[in-house]
């Protein structure tokens, strides 16, 4: 990790020309490496995830202090924001980083910022502050923006994250979820295997409970019996689905990211036409059209919706068709597809069922229940 976090180190200094955010970036580096910042601080919390990860404490707490040096290596020390002696830690020093290894909303941060500034009022001290994030994947620029103006201030610290990701808020999953939780059971009988996908998929997809998603974990986290991974010639490596569908995530976000507008209202929409033809992977298709929302999602007219579904089955048929068909019937559930698109894609899926193994139709059965009981066309 130290190994990367130097050669990441080179890149941001190294960034091209054109790139945007390149200034910004520059200056933070320079900001924090002359801040001369000579203790770190890290949150207990993620310190007590570290640890259980390595079965160490000291060992999880050189961790954070290594990252911390490879930006600023003025670093003399290392604390925790709750540790018993953080306050005798913390006297003897008057420019401090915070280091954080994740970084979505940015509270634990902004709550470390509050825990130190509280110390060092307590000392009648004013000391400048730095922020060094390993991974930060907020919603979007406006979140980020809002955490690193929580370091401004006379002496202009500075926050950088060596790597910076934007994810929406709402999992693609939590809305399948939240799909599936409203099925009935009547709606199954005659239906086992589509019954027997309904009842996995939902107690994977629950964490009411809190944590992480609950076993049995399926194969793919797409609506497919098998993994799904890219095509070996793909230009975007030999990613797997559970691999791909963060990525394609993020990479839709920073689309939306750029045709932001300030002040303007916001009415973008993912042109599907363009976007699922610019694309000969079907995995990449159906990572896509599972983070488009409904009111994100621009098919054309009817004609070009079910043109372009023609086209989908004639160009994968004999590869990624099954995957697409149950994903696109999804989506269909969800209101993403055209009622023309709709009826299409039901039709298909009559044809094209005795095609598939018995696992993969336990999922293209479910599919299509969820559009019988929940599609609703709109009126003539």
């Known amino acids: 990790m130290i190994e990367r976090v130097q050669k990441r180190r080179l890149e941001l200094l190294n960034l091209p020309q054109h790139d945007l955010s390149r200034d910004r970036i520059v200056a933070a580096l320079d900001k924090l490496e002359k801040g001369n910042p000579t203790i770190a601080v890290c949150d207990k919390e993620e310190l007590d995830i570290l640890t259980r990860l390595l079965g160490d404490s000291d060992k999880a707490k050189g961790r954070f202090y290594e990252l911390g040096r490879q930006i600023c290596p003025e670093l003399k020390d290392i604390t925790s924001d709750r ?22 909303t940015g509270v634990t941060l902004q709550h470390l910022v509050v825990s130190v ?12 502050m730095h922020g060094l994030v390993l991974h930060a994947h907020p919603n979007d620029s406006a979140a980020w923006t809002s955490v690193r103006n929580s370091f401004g201030g006379r002496r202009n610290p500075a926050l950088l994250a ?41 107690a994977w997809l629950n964490t009411s409970g809190g ?33 791909l569908l963060p990525a394609m995530g993020a990479a839709l976000t920073e689309a939306l990211e750029r045709q932001k507008t300030d002040g303007s209202p916001e009415w973008v929409q993912i042109d599907l036409l363009n976007a699922l033809r610019s694309y000969f ?48 019937l999804l989506a269909a559930a969800q209101g993403k597809v055209p009622d023309a698109g709709v009826e299409l894609l039901l039709g298909y899926a009559e044809e094209d069922e005795a095609r598939l193994t018995d696992e993969a139709r336990g999922y293209l059965e479910l599919a299509v229940l969820l559009v019988k009981n929940l599609w609703r066309p709109a009126a003539a």
Not at 305 to 319: P, Q, S, T, Y
């Open 281 to 328: 992977d079907g995995l990449l298709h159906a990572a896509l059209i599972r983070w488009v929302s409904p009111q994100r999602a621009w098919w054309g007219t009817a004609n070009d919706c079910v043109a372009l579904i023609d086209e989908l089955r004639g160009r994968f048929f004999n590869d990624d068709w099954p995957l697409l068909l149950c994903e696109l």
């Open 162 to 202: 060596l790597w910076l990701t934007y994810l929406p808020s709402v999992s693609p999953f939590a809305e399948e979820f939240e799909l599936l939780r409203v099925g009935q059971n009547e709606w199954f009988e005659g239906f086992p295997k589509a019954r027997e996908v309904w009842e996995q998929r939902i």
């Open 211 to 243: 944590g992480a998603a609950r076993d049995p974990v399926p194969v793919s986290p797409l609506f497919a019996a098998t993994e799904v991974t890219l095509r070996r010639t793909s230009i975007y490596g030999s990613l797997n689905d559970r691999h």
């Open 117 to 128: 500034q509280n110390v060092f009022r307590d000392l009648g001290a004013d000391p400048a």
């Open 83 to 104: 540790e018993d002696d953080v306050r005798e830690k913390l006297a003897h020093h008057r420019s401090v980083l915070l280091v954080a290894a994740g970084l979505q």
